[in-house]
């Protein structure tokens, strides 16, 4: 989830006391067995089906990390830079695994979910010598890490982004509170306001940073009439 500054630690926190409370699910029996990739040799159609079946929410899982990798894709190709797609696809479908239960628990999900991968991973066909790039490019996909290599780099911009224009305006109004409770309405705009604050420098590609503009001026424009049309979000 560089440096980090007093007003990213505002941001990361919301982000994670966001996806604390939004991707609470129902307790699972300490003995009941975890979900698993299918073993065998198509692994990249078993990673997709686990990531599918089991990694559902509004803002983040299955459609997230779809967008993530495909836009991780595109921004490499603008760069002219050479990804391993192998590491790219495994990072991008499994880096908020442990978001979920019952695979979270206590620690940065970027951390847990690196700590995770190759046990998941191993016997599904997976090239297991790429495993380190994987783990690294899980470990910094959040805007506030440092990615080092290809595929971590351009999976951090990818993910990054998406906090970014419309698709962040439905990912964290997609978080609130249906029931009144937290995070409500007001919280999900200081959500975006700080977004379109400490989001943006920790952009680090050529292409990366291309897309900025148009998803801040999106972002903004979007604020401002919510602004108007709630009395300052008054009635929000």
């Given at each position: ?30 003995d009941a067995p975890k979900p698993t990739i299918e073993k065998g040799n ?69 951390d847990v979910a690196a700590n995770l991968v190759e046990s998941m991973l ?96 999106e972002l903004k424009e979007f604020l401002s009439v919510l602004r108007a ?8």
């Amino acid at each position: 989830m560089s440096a980090i500054t007093p007003k990213n630690c505002v941001a990361i926190a919301l982000i994670a006391a966001f996806s604390l409370m939004a991707l609470e699910a129902p307790a699972t029996a300490a003995d009941a067995p975890k979900p698993t990739i299918e073993k065998g040799n198509d692994w990249r159609a078993a990673v997709q089906r686990f990531a599918k079946a089991n990694l559902k929410h509004p803002a983040w899982g299955y459609s997230h990390s779809t967008r993530d990798y495909e836009l991780a894709k595109e921004l490499a190709a603008a760069d002219a830079v050479t990804v391993d797609d192998d590491v790219l696809f495994a990072a991008a479908y499994l880096h908020d695994v442990a978001a979920f239960a019952p695979f979270r628990s206590s620690g940065d999900h970027q951390d847990v979910a690196a700590n995770l991968v190759e046990s998941m991973l191993e016997g599904t066909g997976f090239p297991m010598e790429k495993i380190d790039a994987v783990r690294g490019a899980i470990r910094t996909h959040m805007y506030g890490r440092d990615p080092k290599g290809p595929e971590a780099i351009y999976l951090h911009d990818a993910d990054a982004l998406d906090w970014l224009g419309a698709i962040g305006v439905a990912r964290v109004f997609g978080i609130v509170d249906p029931n009144g409770g937290s995070p409500d309405g007001p919280a999900a705009v200081k959500n975006l306001e700080d977004s379109l604050e400490s989001v943006p420098p920790k952009i680090v590609s050529p292409a990366g940073k291309s897309r900025i503009e148009p998803r801040v001026r999106e972002l903004k424009e979007f604020l401002s009439v919510l602004r108007a049309e709630t009395a300052g979000i008054k009635s929000l």
